[in-house]
């Protein structure tokens, strides 16, 4: 029986530098705090649909600060 996984979508406050790609590409998936920096919406799982903007947002962040692997 196969089983489809969730992606969940990770920032790494240490190496994000605020360049806000990811928020471009996908509004739903991050969010921004004050500095500029950005975090997971909620728990960071990747709803259906969004799965390709989370790669996105990975292969685009400078600092490779976002993470999107199987939940
Ligand atoms: Fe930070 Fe990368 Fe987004 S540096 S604001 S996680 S594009």
Redesign the pocket.
Known sequence: MSEQKDLQVI?DPE?????????AIAPKL?E?DEF???HVVGDGTVPPGLESKARL?EA????F??KVAQA
């Not at 190496?15 to 928020?23: I, P, V």
């Not at 685009?60 to 600092?63: D, H, I, K, M």
């Open positions: 920032v190496l994000c530098q605020g360049h806000n790609r990811c928020k991050f921004l500029g920096h950005a947002a685009n962040c400078p600092e600060a976002i």
